[in-house]
């Protein structure tokens, strides 16, 4: 019988201060579960100057850094002191976040514990793969070992139909279950004085339409769709402001872009914003977000915009666009600057029509994370339950199953730590080689060195002795003259001191 109230593991490979999705969608499960729920434990890898301030425990593993660029870390899931904390903590179901480190570690204590791990999918990992990876060996490999971390959890959930396709795209043979995120937004709008304060920071007139991104600043988000779309509304003669909020590696690019299409005067971008009621003032703030992304594989921002009531335009059969309709929750363009103008000028025309959209968006695309947790929650228990019955009937073939797992991890992850210390090495050799022709380098600069510090002190004898002998010449000129007339020199002396008394006593 399972168990009411349940310790669950929350994994993945970022969780906050790093700002992106996934982490937010981990802290948020961990608070809800925490909060109305059972016990949440969180396993993130190891971040420097990091203090973790929760309701629940959150246990980091050692980690290296990926690259100057990425503000990611690798997590090192066989870190045996991670894995005995977590083992000690006693969970009843592992949910992991990422296919990654995060995913190594859930099955290394899926054995160690005998519990069952639920995998989510939310990322496009095609597009990242072949962003970061562009050699084909490294990135089949990443592939493969991706696909191995996803096939042995016990269930696997997407957050849209679009996610798990992409999933499928990569060699994924399951099921999956959808199962969307949420928002930590209150339904309603933010503090008016604080929506106000906003619009005169920005010196943006009553009458003027704001549009609105949120997001990470990078290409494939759309934000060049956005852009060369508002050059077109700007042409036909709308008036608009469009903020930007969030910041990434493509933001200066971006921005230039913005500069290079006449946009200047119009766009205004803001930086990335950690102030999550602010974030909401901004949507409150906004007429129309405009969120032309196909990359997202859910788009929680959609659901922040419909807890302000302010409507998103999206891009036809997107991922994020899975859970509106066109005219009704939502307005919806085809992939292609035009088009995307069509829409947005349309709402500069039709600002009631907007509005109307952006209340209907409110009741019913709107998703809290209470209740997209309470639906997860539930659907734990079942995990569990066909988990426990399936243990029962093949219990020493799972066990081996099980170690045959582990042993595999290890042994892949071996190869690539040979791998890894083969190359170390073979940079050490080359550091070796480069730090020998740098001493023998350094040896001929100090004996060149040695050899002018020899000649200088030589010409510093040389010129003590000279200085020496003519001070000694003049000290023994100066006794010899004493000598030959003391009673001169003392007389004259005895003489100019008598004088000088007579002075003061006259």
Request: aromatic share 10%; charged share 30%; with cysteine.
């Amino acid at each position: 019988m399972t168990k009411e109230k349940l310790t669950v593991g929350i994994f993945n490979d970022s969780f906050p201060p790093t700002i992106d999705g996934v982490a937010n969608v981990a802290a948020n499960y961990a608070l809800e579960i925490q909060k109305k729920h059972g016990n949440a434990v969180v396993a993130t890898p190891w971040y420097p100057n990091v203090t973790d301030d929760y309701p629940f425990e959150v246990i980091r593993y050692p980690s290296a850094k990926i690259s100057k660029k990425l503000v990611y870390r690798a997590g090192y899931p066989f870190d045996p002191s991670a894995i005995s904390r977590l083992r000690k903590a006693e969970m009843d179901i592992i949910h992991t976040h990422c296919p990654f480190a995060s995913a190594v570690l859930a099955r290394v204590l899926r054995f160690s514990n005998d519990i069952p791990v639920v995998f989510t999918y939310h990322t496009k990992f095609d597009i990242d793969l072949q962003k970061f990876l562009p050699y084909d060996p490294v990135k089949t490999a990443s592939v493969k070992f991706l696909l191995s971390n996803i096939n042995v959890c016990d269930e696997v959930w997407a957050v849209s139909r679009g996610a798990g396709e992409n999933m499928r795209s990569l060699g994924y043979e399951g099921d999956y279950i959808v199962m969307p995120n949420g928002t930590d937004f209150p339904k309603g709008g933010a503090d008016p004085r604080l929506v106000d304060r906003l619009r005169k920071e920005h010196g943006i007139e009553p009458d003027v339409p704001v549009f609105l991104f949120v997001g990470r600043m990078m290409w494939y988000k759309g934000n060049r769709l956005t852009i060369d779309s508002l050059k077109i509304v700007k042409q036909r003669g709308c008036r608009f402001k469009m903020i930007f909020v969030g910041d990434g590696l493509d933001r200066p690019e971006i921005q230039a872009y913005a500069e290079q299409c006449g946009l200047s005067d119009d766009c205004i971008f803001t930086g990335a914003i950690h102030d999550r009621q602010l974030v909401r003032a901004y949507f409150t703030l906004a007429d129309l977000f405009l969120f032309p992304s196909t990359y997202d594989t859910n788009g929680i921002v959609v659901s922040e915009a419909a807890a302000c009531a302010c409507p998103s335009l999206l891009i036809e059969n997107s991922c994020a666009a899975e859970r509106v309709i066109h005219m009704d929750t939502a307005l919806l363009a085809k992939d292609d600057p035009k088009d995307l103008a069509e829409a947005i000028t349309f709402a500069c025309e039709n600002p009631t029509v907007i509005k109307r959209i952006g209340e209907e968006a409110s009741e019913k695309v709107y998703l809290s994370w209470e209740d997209a947790v309470a639906k997860a929650y539930e659907r734990y228990m079942v995990v569990i339950e066909n988990y426990n019955r399936e243990k029962e009937k093949n219990a020493q073939s799972r066990r081996i199953a099980f170690l045959k797992d582990i042993q595999d991890i290890k042994a892949e992850f071996g190869i690539k730590f040979d791998n890894l210390m083969e190359f170390y090495h073979d940079k050490q050799h080359d550091l070796g080689i480069k730090k020998d022709k740098f001493l023998e380098h350094y040896k001929q600069r100090q004996v060149g060195l040695g050899n002018k510090i020899e000649y200088l002190l030589d010409l510093y004898r040389e010129k003590q002795e000279g200085i020496s002998g003519r001070i000694e010449s003049r000290i023994e000129s100066i006794i010899e003259s004493y000598r030959e007339r003391p009673e001169e020199m003392f007389s004259g002396m005895l003489d100019e001191l008598k004088k000088q008394n007579k002075r003061k006593s006259g």
